[in-house]
């Protein structure tokens, strides 16, 4: 029971379940598999659904579309400015719309693991930095892996600093706060 | 009093499975029983939870975190009960599956639900 794979593997479930549900999930995995095999089996066929119910009921579909507008938004106008060749390439408009749905991701992600016992006006921010550090590794992996798809490094930077500030001022203006009844209440 | 939307059939299992339970109503219970229930269909764990949130979000069921016991390796227990909300909904499958249920036989006869009974027996 105690083994250290074991301790291991619950400690990485415990890090990959978002803390909103994780003291319940957890408790289950472990009431329900005694080796760490059928822990991990079990683990790895409920939490990506335990993940995507979380991200169900944090997200908000009109801010979601607000924050790929202006995403989106944020992306072009800085290649209408400093590029405009970029927005009439072939495959230009796919290669803004890539750190556009990145920083998305990341915002999504940020929501749904965000705790909701320790809400914090930087849980505002955090969502929208962590997604343009993603777009930032996903140039990286472009640049190795496909060129062509890669933005130029101006661009990144000033479209991930505009779509940064328009999805924290649009966070600030429309709080992501969960209304989902769950949450560490007793009865 | 607000009227309930109607359920799909693992959310009917779901809510079947916290009546059931009562006080006892917690992940790996309703997934025991959800399992019972769909018999010979495999159910996982994470659908179970998926629904649980669903069913909450709908205002159909309620639930509250338990104290922390140590088969749980010191962990909570989420536990669940039906809404009156979640009752009515609930009835409201029953009665539609019993109007079902009753027509299958007038259709299929006696006999059908006697060789269906051993059928689903043996499995």
Not at chain 1, 8 to 17: I, W, Y
Not at chain 2, 5 to 12: A, H, I, T
Not at chain 2, 69 to 79: M, Q
Request: include cysteine; aromatic fraction near 8%; charged fraction near 20%.
């Amino acid at each position: 029971m105690g083994s250290p794979v074991r301790k291991m593997a619950e400690a990485l479930a415990g890090f990959l379940t978002p803390p909103a549900c994780r003291e319940e999930v957890l408790g289950d995995l472990h009431e329900r598999n005694a080796t760490a095999v059928s822990f991990c089996r079990d683990a790895l066929s409920a939490i990506p659904l335990v993940v995507f119910s979380r991200i169900r009921r944090t997200a908000d579909a009109q801010l979601i579309v607000l924050q790929l507008c202006a995403l989106c938004l944020a992306y072009w106008a800085t290649a209408w400015f400093g590029q405009r060749g970029l927005i009439e390439n072939t495959n230009g408009l796919l290669r803004l719309a890539i750190p556009a749905a990145l920083v998305l991701l990341g915002v999504l992600f940020e929501d749904a693991y965000a705790n909701p016992g320790r809400r914090s006006p930087q849980h505002l921010v955090r969502g929208p930095l962590i997604g343009v550090a993603l777009t930032f590794l996903s140039q990286v992996a472009l640049w190795m892996f496909h060129s062509q798809l890669m933005l130029p490094l101006a661009i990144s930077v000033y479209g991930g600093v505009l779509g940064l500030l328009l999805t924290s001022a649009l966070r600030l203006l429309f709080s992501p706060q969960s209304t989902s009844p769950q949450g560490p209440q007793t009865r | 009093m607000a009227k309930p939307d109607s359920l799909g059939q693992f959310e009917q299992l779901v809510l079947t499975a916290i009546l059931t339970r009562r006080e006892d109503a917690y992940g790996v219970s309703i997934h025991s029983k959800v399992q019972e229930l769909a018999h010979p269909k495999p159910v996982s764990l994470g659908a179970v939870y998926v629904t649980l949130d669903r069913l909450e979000d709908k205002g159909l069921v309620k639930s509250w975190l338990s104290d922390p016991t140590p088969e749980r390796g010191g962990r909570a227990k989420r536990c669940y009960r039906l809404e009156a909300l979640g009752e009515r909904a609930l009835e409201e499958s029953a009665v539609t599956a019993k109007r079902m249920w009753d027509n299958i036989v007038e259709v299929w006869g006696k006999q059908w639900v006697k060789q269906w009974s051993k059928k689903w027996a043996a499995q």
